[in-house]
Nanobody, 126 residues
């Protein structure tokens, strides 16, 4: 599967933005999927994960209650709805497909995600 993230942009604090990650290939629905982000000068960090069927999700504490991950397997797409954006949400956001089971993928460890898309930049201004 190949992944293509989109939807990033420049927004103001408090605004909303929805990222999309389109996947090629017929096996998309078998992958647990995640969103990660990397701010300038910082390590890549876990944001959210969704199980292959979409029924289970997990979030980093920093985004819990503000971000929502979802997927549409019919469209081979995973989404990240970001509300109440903060300055500290500024980062390059990456989608990734996990190579492990949900119990591990939900923890958001980078080594459990073997397929990565290119990033999309989200910049939150005051």
């Amino acid at each position: 599967v190949q992944l293509q993230a989109s939807g990033g942009g420049l927004v103001q604090a408090g605004d909303s933005l929805r990222l999309s990650c389109a996947a090629s290939g017929r096996t998309f629905s078998s992958y647990e999927m995640g969103w990660f982000r990397q701010a300038p000068g910082k390590e890549r960090e876990f944001v959210a994960a969704v199980s292959f069927g979409g029924g289970s999700t997990n979030y980093a504490d920093s985004v819990k209650g503000r971000f929502t991950i979802s997927r549409d397997n019919a469209k081979n797409t995973v989404y990240l709805q970001m509300n109440s954006l903060k300055l500290e949400d500024t980062a390059v956001y990456y989608c990734a497909a996990s190579i492990t089971i949900w119990a591990r993928a939900s923890e958001g460890h980078l080594q459990d995600y073997g397929i990565w898309g290119q990033g999309t930049l989200v910049t939150v201004s005051s």
